[in-house]
């Protein structure tokens, strides 16, 4: 069995288009494994500036969610945890930056070159959709098509990750199986 060094924190990422239940699968696995979870900065920024954003603004967003996850993994590291789920990633950064404008700040690709996870949990957009005032694509073929987006990224990498379908209690209690799985291979 493989024994994690010192200090290591297994990060989680959970990713998927909007209205798929990341924050609530989320806030669901720090309270199973007692740990912290890493919020969407995106939502933070959107409430406080609009949803008219620009090109530039998803670069003051990418920044914004690596800050707060920088002070979440530290926060975890300082009280001894040994675990933290992320909230969105760069990886939905470069596909939300694509997806509305075409492009994608180098920064971003940057980070996703550089930053490292050991899971990815992807939701599936299987829920049905909840309006907020932040959410941009009601229609499932646009969250479809986002999907796919993420799917692709996650296949042509080396991160493992794992799929979360169907309503809860299914849902979570699929994703916490598979984390456990995934930390029996780290430690």
Not at 8 to 34: A, D, Q, R
């Amino acid at each position: 069995m493989k024994r994690q060094a010192p200090n290591k924190m297994l990060k989680i990422v959970i990713i998927g288009p909007e209205s798929t239940g990341k924050s609530t699968l989320c806030e669901s696995l720090s309270t199973h494994f007692e740990t912290d979870w890493c919020r969407e900065y995106a939502r933070t920024f959107l409430l406080e500036h609009g949803t008219n954003y620009t090109f530039d603004d998803l670069l003051k967003v990418a920044e914004g969610q690596l800050r707060s996850e920088d002070e979440c993994v530290s926060k975890m590291q300082d009280q001894q945890r040994s675990m933290v789920f992320i909230d969105t990633d760069m990886y939905v950064m470069k596909v939300w930056c694509e997806f509305v404008f075409g492009k994608c700040h180098p920064f971003i690709l940057n980070q996703i070159i550089d930053r490292k996870y050991d899971g990815y949990l992807l939701c599936k957009p299987d829920l049905p959709w909840v309006k907020d005032e932040l959410r941009e694509y009601p229609d499932f073929k646009t969250r479809e098509l986002l999907y796919h987006h993420y799917k692709d990224l996650l296949i042509n990498q080396t991160t493992p990750w794992f799929e979360v379908t169907g309503d809860d209690p299914t849902r979570t209690n699929s994703a916490i199986e598979w984390v456990k799985k995934l930390r029996s291979t780290v430690y």
